[in-house]
């Protein structure tokens, strides 16, 4: 599969997913970029913004299974991951799956539930496997989190540390509709549920196959100087505590390939970098001082600051 296919098929999976999700093409299409990099998604918004829907509605359009687990304080580990019990007709013990056995996981208000619980998801996140008893199982092809948090209740809820912040590809905010999008959205819902009149235009395959072909896409020495540059500038910015990790420089550079691939370019731009770097970024580092919303508001700052003064590669880009 190559770029133009790419884009194509990338196309075809926003525009199902617009006739559900009305007015929030650039966040789509930034799901889809953390999809095609084999990453996961954190979502944080007000309730009633579409954040569960776009999940279903885009498990629907690429024909994968989906599973959606509500966090509440009283989950436990196992309820997600499966468990082990005694089978007397077969007078052993067998494996019964935990919802964590699926293509798309939809983990809503995930801070609602113990850290205990929250870092279960972890090794699903990073390798696609679960491991119950001693015994690790591999997840199915393509797997990938949406993980949604409602920033306005901070009764109950146990904030997500640093480090597994730093497991979320991107983190995203849905935010409101524009007075239109909100009157068209109020027009599609007098004929019923949008979701069950979209069908799939894309196959869990597909996805697995423009995976592979986005690592493909070429990145130059020059780019990746430029990727370099922007991470160590996260850590010298006189208002970070903590900079960007490395993980999260393999993360821009992956995000910047599959953007460039859904706009059917077969090598990375600076523009590609530039496009992608807040989602990835931002939640990744720790600024100076504050509360969590006034940091999280400085975050966004010094990777804008960033991305006005590292140097832009000025060398014509070559596939």
Sequence with gaps: MNAADIKKNGELIIENVEKVIVGKREILRKVLVAMLSGGHVLLEDMPGTGKTTLAKALAKSIDITCTRVQFTPDLLPSDLTGINFYNQKLSEFSFRKGPLFTNLLLADEINRATPRTQSSLLESMEEATVTVDSVTYKLDKPYFVIATQNPIETQGTFPLPEAQLDRFFMKLS??????????????????????????????????????????????????????????????????????????????????????????????????DV??????????????????????????????????????????????
Excluded at 196 to 213: L, N, R
Excluded at 288 to 310: C, H, P, Q, T, Y
Aim: aromatic share 2%; proline share 3%.
């Design 174 to 271: 849905m935010g409101y509709l524009d007075r239109n999008s909100e009157v068209e959205m109020l027009s599609r819902g007098r004929s019923g549920s949008a979701l069950d009149s979209i069908s799939a235009v894309a196959t869990g395959a597909d996805i697995c196959e423009m995976q592979q072909a986005v690592k493909e896409i070429a990145v130059s020495e020059d780019i990746k100087g430029y990727i370099v540059d922007i991470i160590h500038a996260t850590r010298d910015h006189g208002n970070a505590r903590l900079g960007v990790s490395p993980r999260g420089a393999i993360a821009l550079m992956r995000g910047a390939q599959a953007n460039a691939a859904l706009d059917g370019r077969d090598f990375v731009t600076p523009d």
């Design 274 to 319: 530039k496009a992608v770097a807040p989602a990835i970024l931002s939640h990744r580092i720790i600024a100076k001082g504050g509360a969590a919303i006034r940091g999280e508001n400085a975050s966004g700052k010094i990777v804008d600051d960033v991305l006005a003064s590292v140097a832009v590669p000025t060398e014509k880009i070559e596939g």
